[in-house]
Structures are given as C-alpha cells and as structure tokens.
C-alpha cells in the first residue's frame, strides 16, 4: 500500500515559486491558512517559527508520497535544521485538514506580518515592485530563486559535515543528494521564472 501524506507549503514550494518543481507530480488539495497564528521571517528564503502569535500563515496544502516526503526533508535539512510538524490547515472550501509544516528554531530576517509569502514578492518589499524598472525585475527575480537554491544547498551540505562528524549512516545520502540535485536541476536556473512577477 502506498503512503500518502499531507504537506503545507509557504514559501518557495509554493506554485509559481522557484522549488516548486520538487511537487511535480503530487496532488494539490488547495490552498488555505494554518488554523493556528506563527510568524513567518524572510532571510534570503522565507521560514516559519512559533515564537510569536502574529499571524495566520499563507500556504498549499499538497498529498505526497513517502518518497517525495523523504526528499523535502533533505530539502530542508530535517530534522537538523527545520523540524517537521504537524498543524490543522484551515482550506479556502471550508475544510479542515492535518498537514506536515516545516518550521524553524529561530527568527530572524525581515517580519512578514501578512504571513503570506507570496503577496509579500509582488508587495512594495518584495522584488514585483521593481517590475516599474523594466529588465530590472527580471533579473531581481532570478537572483532571488538563484540565493533561494543556494541557500538551501548550503544547508544541506552543513548538515552532512554534521552527519559526517558524528559517523551518522545517512551522511552520504545527503551528499549524494544535494549533488544529484545540483546536476540534474543546477543548469535549469535561466529557464526559471516566478511568473507571479511582471515585466
């Protein structure tokens, strides 16, 4: 029987973000809020901890298999650098579902107080607002996905200098993994596009 699980993305996963193809193939069940309130931070990629009551988070919820699950996790460094939980998510239709929420241990970076990444891109500190400069916007957009991918990848292998340390057995999984996904997705940075950003 094959595991499925529910996911809530808000940051990058999110459609028309630049990690966004790590869900191709998984099922979006829609977009919502979390029923509880946290606060979510910018620092080149966007990340949500629960220091603080500030508000609803913005997000998707999508159906994963086990194994799209498993490559998040080593995605977002889990559970060494974000932790894996799971919150209610409030649905647009009306429903209520469990979803898994990747949160971070700390704050820090610029508060987003709408919770929503997204509107926060195409707002007056995001880089949309740039699109009045021409060409401007495009590159902004670019550089942006580009420090998101690195970012994460710098993570990544932070955390299997760790695993290596400490002779943990999923070390090489991890480096393997984060050159895999250098090599197969590393010359696919001047086809991305965050769409939701105009010229």
């Known amino acids: 029987m094959t595991t499925h699980h529910l996911v ?6 999110r459609q028309e973000c630049c990690n966004h193809f790590l869900l191709e ?25 629960k ?8 997000g998707e919820v999508y159906e994963v298999h086990e194994k799209t699950l498993q490559n998040l996790d080593l995605l977002e ?18 429903r209520h579902v469990c979803a898994w929420l990747y949160f971070y241990p700390k704050n820090g970076g610029d508060l ?4 929503d990444y997204v ?22 957009a670019h550089a942006m996905c580009f420090c998101a991918f690195l970012h994460l990848y710098v993570q990544i292998f932070e955390i299997c200098n760790i695993a290596i340390c400490n002779q943990l ?13 250098w090599q197969t997705r590393g010359r696919e940075f001047d086809s991305l596009r965050l769409h939701h950003i105009t010229a």
């Open 8 to 13: 809530f993305v808000y940051g990058t996963l």
């Open 25 to 49: 193939g998984a099922r979006c069940v829609g977009a919502g809020k979390t029923a509880g309130q946290y606060a979510m931070y910018v620092s080149s990629v966007p990340f949500v901890v």
């Open 51 to 58: 220091d603080a009551a500030v508000c609803q988070i913005v």
């Open 77 to 94: 460094g889990e559970p060494h650098i974000y932790v894996r939980e799971q919150v209610e998510i409030e649905l647009k239709d009306g």
């Open 112 to 115: 987003i107080s709408g919770g």
């Open 119 to 140: 509107a926060w891109m195409g707002g007056d500190h995001g880089p949309r607002h740039l699109a009045h400069a021409g060409g401007v916007a495009q590159t902004v």
């Open 169 to 181: 057995r999923h070390g090489a999984i991890l480096c393997d993994h984060a050159f895999l996904l």
